[in-house]
């Protein structure tokens, strides 16, 4: 199964942020869309960082509150890894394990297309695991 796959079953709705945004509107739009991550993208769409649930959490225990009002580009990841939607779920997989990260960026032609988190890669991995285990039972069964 290919990234591209799983954008077209879960959809390829997408909440950024600019890099001015403050943390406060990024804190309240994670909450509002129950999400865990949001794109930082630059006005063309392209991508200029990535801030997370978790990247929120270190500033705040390091900083207090007063960070709130600072905007997103302090605090994000900037060096983003991305994927394109013909990468297969084992490539994102892979990728996200060895970053240890949980939401990967789908980038095509140089922008923003989609983003995808390693519970859809779960999902889709289970899928397939099950798919095949009830082939092998079918084909057991009929030989």
Avoid at 108 to 122: K, L, P, R, T
């Amino acid at each position: 199964m290919t990234v591209k796959a799983i954008l077209d079953e879960k959809g390829r709705e997408l909440f950024t942020l600019s890099p001015d945004d403050t943390i406060e509107k990024a804190t309240a739009m994670l909450a509002e869309h129950k999400i865990g991550a949001l794109v930082v993208t630059t006005e063309k769409g392209k991508i200029a960082g990535i801030l997370s649930e978790r990247d929120i959490v270190r500033v705040l225990a390091g900083q207090g509150t007063s960070v709130m009002k600072h905007p997103v580009s302090e605090v994000m990841t900037k060096k983003v890894k991305v994927c394109n939607q013909q990468h297969t779920v084992h490539d994102v997989m892979e990728t996200m394990t060895s970053g240890r990260f949980r939401h990967l960026p789908v980038e095509e032609n140089g922008v923003i297309a989609g983003i995808i988190s390693i519970g859809d890669v779960v999902k889709r991995r289970i899928e397939e695991v099950e798919r095949e285990a009830e082939e092998i039972r079918s084909y057991i069964s009929t030989a």
